[in-house]
């Protein structure tokens, strides 16, 4: 499913870039873009980020 339109990233592509070391929404946006522009991937985004930072 994709979760930021604007860059195209799925949540697959998230979940990776959070299985690979990202920790933060700010290195998520730096990885992957989301967040950077329209913004309304954030509150997705960063849902997946706590639920994965869980299961680690
Ligand atoms: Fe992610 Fe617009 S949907 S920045």
Redesign the pocket.
């Known amino acids: 499913m994709y979760i930021?339109?604007?860059?195209g990233v799925t949540d697959k592509k998230i979940a990776q870039a959070i299985d690979d070391g990202a920790t933060s929404m700010r290195e998520l946006s730096k990885e992957l873009g989301?967040?950077?522009?329209?913004?309304?991937?954030t509150n997705c985004t960063k849902k997946i980020l706590n639920e994965k930072l869980i299961e680690i």
Do not use: P
Not at 34 to 41: E, I
């Open positions: 930021c339109i604007c860059h989301v967040g950077t522009q329209c913004g309304k991937c």
